[in-house]
T-cell receptor
Framework: DGGITQSPKYLFRKEGQNVTLSCEQNLNHDAMYWYRQDPGQGLRLIYYSQIVNDFQKGDIAEGYSVSREKKESFPLTVTSAQKNPTAFYLC?????????????FGPGTRLTVT | AQKVTQAQTEISVVEKEDVTLDCVYETRDTTYYLFWYKQPPSGELVFLIRRNSFDEQNEISGRYSWNFQKSTSSFNFTITASQVVDSAVYFCALSEAASNNNDMRFGAGTRLTVKP
C-alpha cells in the first residue's frame, strides 16, 4: 500500500536534546511538507521541499532543520533552540510542488519535551 | 494575506441530524484553491475535496456536500444524516496561486461530535 509513514507515534525527550522525526513516503511524490499542530489550532507550516536537495522555510522554521537527500525521505530535526517543541507534528506530500494539489498526510508524531 | 476562518469551534449533533460546517476565507488572489480535510481521533488528516476559484459548482459525494460561494467568500461543508463515524475535527484550507510560499493556510478547525 502506498502512503506516508511517520515514526515513532509518540516521542519523549528531555529539554536541551535534539530529536529527529522520521517521514517516509512511497507515493513517488515530488513535494513534501512538515506541519506543527497545537491544541485547538490549525496546522502551521515548518518547512517544505519541492525537489531533492532543496527545501524552503515555512512560517515557523526557527528551531527546526530538515534535509531532503532522497525523494522518499524528509526528516525533521527539532533542535534545542526551539522554545516550545511539545506539539503534534504532521508530515505531508503532494504529487507536484504546486499549490493546486491536495496534500496527503502521515499519521503524525506526538512529541513531548520535559 | 490569505486567511481562513472557521468560526465554529465545536459542534455537537445527534446521529441522523444534518450539520453544516462553515468556512470563510480571505484572499486577494483571483486564482486560489480551497480544501477540506478530516482529522479523526487517530490524528491523520484525510483529504476530502479540492475546489479551484473558477469552479463554483457545488459538489455532492454521498452524504457530503460542499457549497462554494465567491460572493460571500465561503466554502461550507454539509454532512447529511450524520453518523457517529463522522466525529472528527474538520479543517478548511486555502492556497493561493500567486503566493511566494508553497503552503496551504488552514483554519483552526471545527470539532464535530455526533452522538448516538
Amino acid at each position: 500500500d502506498g502512503g506516508i509513514t511517520q515514526s515513532p507515534k509518540y516521542l519523549f525527550r528531555k529539554e536541551g536534546q535534539n530529536v529527529t522525526l522520521s517521514c517516509e513516503q512511497n507515493l513517488n511524490h515530488d513535494a513534501m511538507y512538515w506541519y506543527r499542530q497545537d491544541p485547538g489550532q490549525g496546522l502551521r507550516l515548518i518547512y517544505y521541499s519541492q525537489i531533492v536537495n532543496d527545501f524552503q522555510k515555512g512560517d515557523i522554521a526557527e528551531g527546526y532543520s530538515v534535509s531532503r537527500e532522497k525523494k522518499e525521505s524528509f526528516p525533521l530535526t527539532v533542535t534545542s533552540a526551539q522554545k516550545n517543541p511539545t506539539a503534534f507534528y504532521l508530515c505531508a506530500s503532494s504529487t507536484r510542488p504546486s499549490r493546486a494539489y491536495e496534500q496527503y498526510f502521515g499519521p503524525g508524531t506526538r512529541l513531548t519535551v520535559t | 494575506a490569505q486567511k481562513v476562518t472557521q468560526a465554529q469551534t465545536e459542534i455537537s449533533v445527534v446521529e441522523k441530524e444534518d450539520v453544516t460546517l462553515d468556512c470563510v476565507y480571505e484572499t486577494r488572489d483571483t486564482t486560489y484553491y480551497l480544501f477540506w480535510y478530516k482529522q479523526p481521533p487517530s490524528g491523520e488528516l484525510v483529504f476530502l475535496i479540492r475546489r479551484n476559484s473558477f469552479d463554483e459548482q457545488n459538489e455532492i459525494s454521498g452524504r457530503y456536500s460542499w457549497n462554494f460561494q465567491k460572493s460571500t467568500s465561503s466554502f461550507n461543508f454539509t454532512i447529511t444524516a450524520s453518523q457517529v463515524v463522522d466525529s472528527a475535527v474538520y479543517f478548511c484550507a486555502l492556497s493561493e496561486a500567486a503566493s511566494n510560499n508553497n503552503d496551504m493556510r488552514f483554519g483552526a478547525g471545527t470539532r464535530l461530535t455526533v452522538k448516538p
